[in-house]
């Protein structure tokens, strides 16, 4: 029976670590960083039924250190694949916003080998998160990959979507076969904002954190100002909510117990949920 206790109470905690992890009001921010996000913030749909999907996907140093979805349009084992696979997230607060705000979808995109970057994808929004609410909505962005210079290269691509201001809605990644078997996919960097970023923004809302163990301090560096922090314990109650005003924070953790906690901080463009382990 303790036993039993014991396994609920363990998926309840991560039921909570896993929700706290998917924002809905804007800034949004997805980096990609964490494998566990697909299946708690992203829904995955295999529409062509083959077994392969998108995927999270770790690059290492060596190649790029990237951190980003993932899907193929070949593989060694399968050979020529003939994808239609989508990515759905979790249901997104606009409600807030009219039509008269700049609300963008801004996002990286990358065909992985240069010889072979003729992939295609579509960016969707919508109220509803079935296929086919996506399929006949307005709102959407269709393109190959090497038409937009993103042979081999993230380029940072964006969807105006301030025509669904008031709505609350789901956005969509698409990739399907539609020039013939390619290679991979990637996309990256997601950020859902009311404003258009620029190459330096797409850079910097990318958190460096770090935590030290002998003054019992988490410090929080990015090239924004940073606006404000919230810390929760694996239970999800909220033991830290503090404003902040530099680029460079020092936040002392001595107050809590030790254990796992959830860390929110957001600047002026953006937001960034991590998990730090407090000694």
Sequence with gaps: MKRILLLI????????????????????????????????????ID????????????YGISNGGYK???????S??????????????????????????????????????PSFAHEFYTVYASPGNQISDFESSPVSRGEFADEVGASGAFVNRSLDISSLAGNMIYIAFRHENIAGSQFILNIDDVVISNSLLNNEEFIDFDFKHYYNK????????NNHNLENIQIYNLLGKRVLNKPLVQSKEYIDLSSLNRGVYVVKVKNDISSKTFKVMKY
């Design 9 to 44: 109470y363990f998926i309840a905690v991560n039921y909570t670590l896993n929700a706290q992890q998917c924002d809905e009001t804007l800034p949004i921010t997805e980096t990609f960083d964490d494998a566990n996000v697909i299946d708690v913030c992203w829904n995955l």
């Design 47 to 58: 529409a062509d039924g083959d077994g392969k999907n998108w995927y999270w996907r770790d």
């Design 68 to 74: 980003c979805l993932t899907s193929r349009s070949f």
């Design 76 to 113: 060694s084992s399968s050979g020529n694949l003939d994808p239609d696979n989508w990515i759905i997230s979790h249901v997104i607060d606009l409600t807030t916003f009219n039509t008269n705000d700049n609300i963008y979808i801004n996002y990286k995109v990358r065909a992985e080998h």
């Design 214 to 221: 002998d003054s019992s301090t988490l410090i929080i560096e």
